[in-house]
């Protein structure tokens, strides 16, 4: 279950917000989107979503000043994602007409391929404080291991440098950093690949959500 | 080089790229459409501006939002078409000219709700729903789904109201009642009530205030037939209009029922009597009613003494009528007589006698006033005295009298002094001259007069003189 423990604080959030809807909901009906409160959902989940992508990226670039480990930015990131793209979705009231039904299917999608992401994510092999552990490192491991069992393989004649039960640790430990290899090449091609399309999805994504917003201030506002 | 962010790299921004471009050509090939929030009503109604229904616009946003720079508001693209509205506003009548100003449109209206959603959605809690004559602080709550709907009224148009929308509710709230009430003012609910419990129970009916027998009755036992406000602020206040078949009186004492009756009851009606010009004192204030009105006959009830009173007269008529004049209202007995406006004052002993003493027999009339009449001659005025004895006496006694004359002799005679003993010391009708000329003297001197005789003095001597 120590997987699924970033996600407890994003659904807290988000049963708590469907439960204060619910009552809204039951007292006095669907908060229309252009009500004050479906305006309100909207407002603050396009702010969570906003900061979604711009936050993380930013901690991510920021190598020379880190400011909080990186573990910690991406349960923010995801937090913020699922509360945000949640709070859009009641903002449509159930009602996907034209581009306000995009945006919110939209929301759907990249929120959808953020969990993807979280998933190739912890595939790839980290330090204890979240750092991917490069190639190299564990390329470089790799041949220390073998190194340490070639004389074996020659005629055992170095047992005596080498016991047996370090014998069958090396092996572990050589199985072991073969898969993580595997493993990684795995997830940075999966990684690179969901980059691709997760990226240009979230732009879309405010593209048309700025959009939306112009669009709904040109004519609720100024066109009065 | 760093990293660009990603919604700055190079695929992002073809992405942001791509999307702009395909909002705007969506955006054109839809002529905005793809902004709308929502499908608009296909409700039909009279065609204007070419359409008879919002869905028929289909994408011609600019129907009903105006681009900014036309310099129009989508309040003046709604009157564009909706000019009926725009009257309505325009001369402050009608629905829209009540409670609407030129640019309320939105207030009250919307769209893009979906194409059989309402295009009118009204904050019952805002709405000025009383401009409209009709308040809804009596209809908070419906019978029939709690919180009451506009729908609940106004189920076909919220700019028509069904009347029989009324009975629908409150026939279940009191069927009986409701029958009764539609059958004395008729179906037309409005034309009364203004949704206050202005004549419901709260009803203060404070112009004519229902005390008494007047309260707890039937409203159409007196506003009989009113099926319109005016005509029920019309119900006369007069008793009559209402009471006149009541009027035990029969018309007899006029209309001003109020002046001797309370809406308590007919029965102990409070009367000043003395408005009627008959103050009931003394006796008169005990007596029943019926005592001077038999029969409840009022009018026309005599105010003399003798109207009612002849059958008491004691005197069988022969003082007359005006009883007042001796008696007052008091009793009978309680009389103040002046006896001298009969002509005969009573002074002096006449004062103190009874009346039985000259009025024998209880006659009053024809009593003779001259003293001979009740007081016989007395013996001493056989002779020599008239009937008018009030020539010497006065009514304070018979004695003393005073005698004036005509004497034949004069009455200073001897010093007399009008002492009437000196000479008539027994009786007027006789007199003697020896009480002071005594016989022997007289006859001594008188022995040489032929015929003389010493009871004949005054032939020889009728002045008294001795030369006579």
């Known amino acids: 279950m120590s997987r699924y423990r970033d996600l407890v604080p994003a659904l807290v959030a988000v049963v708590v917000a469907t439960a204060l809807y619910a009552g809204f909901l039951a007292a006095v009906g669907v908060p229309r989107a252009g009500s004050l409160l479906g305006h309100s959902l909207g407002i603050v989940g396009l702010t969570l979503m906003l900061a979604t992508e711009t936050l993380y990226s930013l901690r991510k670039r920021a190598m020379r000043r880190p400011w909080g480990s990186m573990r910690a930015w991406l349960r923010f990131h995801m937090a913020t994602g699922i509360v945000g793209g949640w709070l859009v979705v009641l903002h449509a009231a159930g009602s996907f007409q034209g581009l306000a039904g995009w945006l919110a299917a939209m929301t759907v999608i990249v929120v959808g391929s953020g969990f993807i992401g979280r998933y190739i994510y912890t595939a790839v092999p980290r330090t204890a404080d979240g750092v991917m552990v490069e190639a190299q490192v564990l390329q470089a491991q790799l041949l220390a291991v073998r190194a340490e069992l070639s004389p074996l393989e020659a005629g055992r004649s170095a047992s005596v440098a080498i016991g047996r039960a370090d014998e069958r640790a090396a092996q572990r430990r050589l199985g072991q950093l073969e898969r993580q290899i595997s493993a990684l090449r795995w997830a940075r091609r999966s990684l690179a690949t969901w980059h691709t399309i997760h990226i240009p999805l979230g732009m879309v994504l405010f593209v048309t959500a700025f959009v939306h917003v112009a669009a709904s201030v040109y004519y609720s506002t100024l066109l009065r | ?262 809406p308590a009851s007919w029965s102990g009606a409070s009367l000043d009597h003395a408005a009627t010009g008959f103050a009931l004192t003394g006796g008169h204030a005990s007596p029943t009613c019926d005592a001077c009105h038999p029969a409840g006959r009022f009018a026309g009830t005599p105010t003399t003494c003798i109207g009612c009173h002849k059958a008491d007269d004691a005197h069988n008529g022969s003082f007359g009528t005006d009883c007042g004049a001796c008696h007052k209202a008091t009793t009978w007995s309680d009389v103040t007589f002046d006896h001298a406006k009969s002509g005969f004052a009573l002074t002096g002993a006449h004062a103190t006698a009874s009346c039985q003493q000259c009025h024998i027999g209880g006659v009053f009339t024809a009593i003779p006033t001259a003293c001979v009449a009740c007081h016989p001659r007395p013996a001493s005025h056989t002779t020599g005295f008239s009937n008018t004895c009030q020539s010497c006496h006065t009514t304070r006694a018979w004695t003393p009298a005073t005698f004036n004359g005509p004497h034949s002799f004069p009455m200073s005679h001897g010093g007399a002094g009008g002492v009437c003993s000196t000479c008539h010391p027994s009786t007027f009708a006789a007199w003697t001259c020896t009480a002071c000329h005594s016989t022997a003297s007289m006859a001594a001197q008188h022995s040489g007069v032929s015929g003389y005789s010493a009871t004949g003095c005054i032939r020889c001597h009728p002045t008294g003189s001795g030369g006579d």
């Open chain 2, 1 to 262: 080089m760093a990293r660009p962010l990603g919604c700055l790299t190079g695929s992002a921004l073809i992405a942001a790229g791509l999307a702009s471009a395909a909002i705007l050509a969506i955006a054109v090939a839809t002529g905005n459409g793809v902004f709308s929030p929502g499908e608009l009503s296909a409700a039909r109604g009279t065609t204007r501006g070419g359409v008879a229904s919002h869905a028929e616009l289909g994408t011609r946003c600019d129907a009903c939002h105006a681009p900014i720079w036309s310099g129009d508001r989508m309040a003046d693209r709604c009157r564009a078409c909706h000019t009926e509205v725009a009257t309505e506003i325009a001369t402050r009548s009608g629905l829209h000219g009540t409670i609407a100003g030129a640019d309320d449109c939105r207030d009250c209206h919307t769209d893009h709700r979906g194409p059989n959603a309402s295009l009118t959605v009204v904050d019952l809690a805002r709405f000025p729903h009383d401009q409209m004559g009709f308040s809804l602080q009596a209809h908070s709550v419906s019978i029939a789904s709690g919180a009451t709907t506009c729908e609940a009224c106004h189920p076909g148009s919220l700019s028509t109201f069904a009347v029989a929308s009324c009975a629908a509710c409150h026939q279940r709230l009191d069927a009986t009642y409701l029958a009764a009430h539609e059958a004395d003012f008729g179906t037309s609910c409005l034309a009364c009530h203004d949704g206050l419990e202005t004549y419901g129970k709260g009803f203060a009916h404070a112009t004519f205030p229902l005390t008494g027998g007047h309260g707890g009755r039937a409203c159409a036992a007196c506003h009989h037939g009113a099926t319109t406000l005016v005509a029920l602020k019309d119900a006369p206040t007069a008793c009559v209009t209402c009471h006149l078949s009541d009027d035990i009186h029969a018309g007899r004492l006029g209309t001003a029922c109020a002046d001797c009756h309370t």
